[in-house]
């Protein structure tokens, strides 16, 4: 089994900040891309960002150069630095990473996290 647990959402104060992290563990052989999205009431859900394996990056136009996203290989942790938020960041944010399983090891699929609340006020 595969779990991704997600900590650090809360409510805070417009231009605040916090930081999510998601820790991937279990019977685990590779992962992949790992990353962020989120959901607003009302809203699909949203690519926040993503770091590969190697640590290429990939983010959403509306959170570049206040979101910072980095990885640990080494405890299977990717990290989400938010600064400068806004009300409109305000969402549900899921952890998702792309996962080779040792009971599987020829394949891949998508974990999601159980989602954190991030309540930006303004």
């Known amino acids: 089994q595969v779990q991704l647990v997600e900590s650090g959402g809360g409510l805070v104060q417009a231009g605040g900040s916090l930081r999510l992290s998601c820790e991937a563990s279990?019977?685990?052989?590779?992962?992949?891309?790992m990353g962020w999205y989120r959901q607003a009431p009302g809203k699909q859900r949203e690519l926040v960002a993503t770091i590969t394996s190697t640590g290429s990056t990939n983010s959403a136009d509306s959170v570049k150069g206040r979101f910072t996203l980095s990885r640990d290989n080494a405890k299977n942790t990717v990290y989400l630095q938010m600064n400068s938020l806004k009300p409109e960041d305000s969402a549900v944010y899921y952890c998702n990473a792309n996962i080779v399983a040792t009971s599987n090891p020829f394949t891949s699929r998508d974990y999601w996290g159980q989602g954190t609340q991030v309540t930006v006020s303004s």
């Open positions: 279990g019977s685990i052989f590779r992962i992949n891309t």
